[in-house]
């Protein structure tokens, strides 16, 4: 899988188009998720809120069980991160601990199949 420029480039958080790009890019990422564990439309949602505590804009992808969320910091830092976490029902929000995924596994396609085989069976897939 390609990596988004979004992802990895240094962004300011007060340039609109900017904020709607690494949006835009991070739901398409969480479907494609969602699309490579065979989830159906009415098994998972995506959700966007802001942690005002930590200035962090959160991207989630919630099942029943599994909570993927893609983190992007407001400040100068630039970046993303992404983990996942079990959870009981989509409203959970709080769940098992955090498990962080590199994204620099996500480009490599061995790594990708395997990080997509332990969501499948952390939301309760097995085929």
């Known amino acids: 899988m390609k990596l988004p420029k979004s992802f990895t480039h240094r962004h300011t958080p007060i340039n609109p188009a ?49 909570l993927i969320e893609i983190r992007h910091p407001t400040d100068t830092g630039g970046g993303v991160c992404m983990s996942y976490r079990t959870c009981r029902g989509r409203d959970d929000l709080t769940g098992g601990r955090d498990n962080a995924v590199c994204l620099a596994s996500l480009a490599s396609g061995p790594d990708y199949a395997d990080l997509v085989s332990t969501l499948r069976v952390v939301a309760g897939r097995r085929g």
């Open 18 to 66: 900017v904020c709607e790009v690494i949006r835009q890019d991070a739901c398409r990422l969480l479907r494609r998720f969602a699309g490579d564990m065979a989830l159906r439309p009415r098994d998972f949602t995506i959700r966007e809120h802001r942690q005002r505590r930590r200035d962090v804009t959160v991207f989630a992808l919630h099942t029943e069980s599994l």
